[in-house]
């Protein structure tokens, strides 16, 4: 059973904590408010520190986002779609979300980026490639956050070398709702 924070009871205190957590890593709003409002007795007191923080400019979702985006497709080469969910899941309002995904997003191949995983997948695969493992391979695309048109133009044209005759992508589709 996970025991209730430590409550903090002055705003000095709740504005050492923010900052800690800050140090550890970036946070949007909405998640420093409402980890704020865990360890706070009252919530005037979040506020203030929430205003302090914007203040010193710790805080700015637009800057949080551009962060996010970057990091995200560069280091985990994930697609727009993923990014912009784990935004929105971060409490990231989305004028914020569309105006990073554009700025950051703007000379990045995302059919190079699909290729690149597609070509390191078909390595590690033991055995030929099959239905089965191509829709998986579709599945594991889709949640990267890639757009479906993009995954199927450069599964058929990546696959082209490694199956003489590629399955229908409707068959493929129905195969990983399941």
Do not use: C, W
Request: net charge positive; aromatic share 4%; proline share 3%.
């Amino acid at each position: 059973m996970p025991r209730a924070p430590r409550k903090l009871h002055t705003e000095e205190e709740l504005y050492e904590y923010a900052l800690k957590s800050l140090m550890r890593r970036a946070h949007s709003v909405f998640e420093m408010r409402r980890a704020l409002e865990r360890h706070a007795d009252e919530k005037p007191i979040v506020q203030r520190v929430l205003a302090r923080l914007r203040e010193h400019q710790y805080l700015d979702d637009a800057r949080y986002a551009k962060q996010f985006v970057r990091q995200r497709s560069e280091n985990r080469r994930q697609g727009r779609h993923r990014i912009a969910r784990e935004l929105r899941a971060r409490g990231v309002p989305d004028r914020h979300i569309e105006a990073a995904l554009e700025e950051v997003l703007r000379d990045v191949d995302a059919g190079a980026q699909v290729r690149k995983r597609i070509e390191r997948k078909l390595r590690s695969l033991r055995g030929p490639l099959d239905a089965r493992k191509l829709a998986s391979l579709y599945g594991t695309l889709l949640r990267a956050g890639f757009d479906s048109d993009t995954i199927r133009r450069e599964l058929r044209a990546t696959t082209k070398r490694e199956v003489e005759a590629l399955p229908e992508i409707e068959d493929v589709e129905s195969t990983d709702e399941r």
